[in-house]
């Protein structure tokens, strides 16, 4: 990592007053949490691709739950590592912070962020097909039926995840566009920026005038746009980062 582009990004962090952060799956690689794309990204033979869709929930729930259960399960034996650490003392340091984390794992909250979108949903919560009422996701072993039912209404429950093709939840978009739109440093974190619109937020900070920072050992089409690409794992590189900031 070139310590003279650390220390611009240093310089644009220590002056900022409004800080809009997405992040993504690699920010969570150092608690244990595998990245989507990438090795490892199969689960009984089928990509995720294949089961985070409406397609696949409508052909096969159980599969779908099975995959989900088996998720949530790694995901509660994990902890923030210090690259969330860092995001949390962002939050407590600069005025105006937004963290939009396409991640359902919780993580950047339990780490001490308050003011998160969590643009794809919540691992912590499932919801009625057909009320779409809200309860938390099981927990423990599959017995029986691996499909919840909804308490209110006995049609099935979901995880309370954005798939593939689906929208938006009202509201969440123009959340992080506002926070987007006043940034004055936006700091991309561990994403490899394929989904649209994450990216899209991301562009449209920095053509709204914010300093456009990605945080990632690998190259990606955002990357290659950024004002700095600070090349490593986000364990390591946003420590070192904030160091230099000192704020
Ligand atoms: C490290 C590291 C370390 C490793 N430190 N880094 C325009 C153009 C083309 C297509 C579309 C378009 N607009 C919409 C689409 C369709 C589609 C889409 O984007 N498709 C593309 C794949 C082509 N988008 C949608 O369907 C979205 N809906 C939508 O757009 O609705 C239309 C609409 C928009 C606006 C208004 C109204 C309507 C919905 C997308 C939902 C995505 N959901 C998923 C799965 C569910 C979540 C779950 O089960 O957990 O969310 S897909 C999956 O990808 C997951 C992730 O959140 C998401 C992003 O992945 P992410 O986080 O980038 O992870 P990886 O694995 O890809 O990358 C990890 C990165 O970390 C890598 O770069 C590593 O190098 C790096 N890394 N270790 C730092 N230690
Ligand atoms: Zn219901």
């Known amino acids: 990592m070139g310590g003279e582009l650390l220390d611009i990004a240093a310089a644009r962090l220590r002056e900022a007053s409004s800080l809009f952060v997405v992040t993504g799956a690699g920010i969570s690689a150092e608690s244990g949490i595998p990245t989507f794309r990438g090795a490892g990204g199969l689960w009984e033979g089928f990509s995720f691709q294949s089961l985070a869709t409406p397609e696949a929930f409508a052909e096969d729930p159980g599969r779908v739950w099975r995959w989900y259960r088996w998720r949530a399960e790694q995901y509660g034996e994990c902890l923030p590592n210090p690259g969330h650490d860092v995001i949390a003392q962002m939050e407590a340091a600069i005025p105006e912070v937004l963290i939009a984390t396409q991640n359902v794992d919780g993580l950047h909250r339990r780490a001490g962020n308050v003011n998160v979108v969590e643009l794809h949903g919540s691992i912590a919560d499932m919801r009625c097909v057909a009320c779409e009422r809200l309860a938390p996701f099981p927990q423990?072993?599959?017995?029986?039926?691996?499909?919840?039912r909804c308490a209110h209404c006995t049609?099935?429950?979901?995880?309370?995840?954005?798939?593939?093709?689906?929208?938006?939840?009202?509201?969440?978009?123009e959340q992080a566009q506002a926070a987007a739109r006043q940034a004055d440093v936006c700091l991309v974190v561990g994403t490899s920026a394929q989904v649209w619109p994450p990216v899209a937020l991301a562009l449209h900070a920095r053509d709204c005038g914010a300093y456009l920072i990605d945080v990632n050992p690998e190259v990606t089409d955002l990357s290659r746009t950024a004002d700095a690409h600070l090349i490593g794992p986000s364990g390591t590189v946003l420590p070192e980062l904030w160091e230099r900031v000192g704020r």
């Open 155 to 173: 049609a099935a429950m979901r995880p309370h995840i954005l798939w593939f093709g689906e929208t938006y939840w009202p509201g969440i978009l």
């Open 140 to 148: 423990g072993a599959i017995v029986d039926d691996p499909v919840p």
